[in-house]
C-alpha cells in the first residue's frame, strides 16, 4: 500500500495494506504488488507498481493503470494498451509531461510521451 503522512500521523493513502494483488478503483480498496517509487505532477500521482509489472496512476481518490500489462512481464513498445514492462521500478515525469520508466532489470529507461 501506499501511506502517507499528514500533521504527525500515517494514514493509508492508496491500497490495501498487507493483501497484495492487483486492483483499480477506489483508493483505499485497490491493491498493489510492490509499489515501490512514485511521483506526483498537477494532482496526479504516478506509481511503478514493480511486481505487477505496469505504471499505475492516484488522482481524484482512484487508482488506475496508465500502462503495462499488469501481472505479466513485458518488453514491448507501442501505444499504452499494448506496452509492457519488467519490474519497473523508478517514475519521473517531467515539465512537458513526457513520463520515464527505469527498469533496471533490463538496463534502460523508457519514456511514455503525452
Known sequence: CIRMIKNGTVDTFAGMCGTPGYLDGPA?????KSPYSLNMVSGV?????TSNHCIRT?????????????????????????????????????ENGRIFVAEPDRFRIRAILP
Open 45 to 49: 500521482m504516478y506509481v511503478a507498481d
Open 28 to 32: 483505499k480498496s485497490a491493491k498493489f
Open 58 to 94: 492516484i488522482s481524484n481518490g482512484k487508482v488506475g493503470t496508465l500502462t503495462g500489462e499488469c501481472g505479466t512481464p513485458g518488453k514491448s513498445n507501442g501505444i499504452l494498451s499494448k506496452a509492457g514492462f519488467n519490474h519497473p521500478k523508478g517514475v519521473a515525469v517531467d
